[in-house]
């Protein structure tokens, strides 16, 4: 069974940094773009930041660009999602998800064929 596990959430200062974690189980995330979305309360689900499988190709969303950092290094590790200067409105669930179409770095909801639990982030003092 494909899955993948979320983790790095919590609470955190405003200001401050986390790093969330997509590992699989399964699976390999070589053939995969991997996105991280986040969902708020009362909110729709957004994308963050999105990369492909080779890690040539992101993308980020205009108001996390200049924090937020995505990366991968090969098909047994991690990916990561490095952020940095968190605001409160930041507060949500963050999702991490595989895409089939792994050459480029989509990020929309629905090139995405798997997805974690999710984990919380919190910004708040």
């Known amino acids: 069974q494909l899955q993948l596990v979320e983790s790095g959430g919590g609470l955190v200062q405003p200001g401050g940094s986390l790093r969330l974690s997509c590992a699989a189980s399964?699976?390999?995330?070589?053939?995969?773009?991997i996105g991280w979305f986040r969902q708020a309360p009362g909110k729709e689900r957004e994308g963050v930041s999105c990369?492909?499988?080779?890690?040539?190709?992101?993308n980020y969303a205009d108001s996390v660009k200049g924090r937020f950092t995505i990366s991968r290094d090969n098909a047994q590790n991690p990916v990561y999602l490095q952020m940095n200067s968190l605001q409160p409105e930041e507060t949500a669930i963050y999702y991490c998800?595989?895409?089939?179409?792994?050459?480029?770095?989509?990020?929309?909801?629905?090139?995405?064929?798997?997805w974690g639990q999710g984990t919380e982030v919190t910004v708040s003092s």
């Open positions: 990369i492909s499988s080779s890690g040539g190709s992101t």
């Open positions: 998800a595989a895409s089939h179409d792994h050459v480029k770095a989509l990020c929309f909801i629905q090139a995405y064929d798997y």
């Open positions: 399964g699976f390999t995330l070589d053939y995969y773009a």
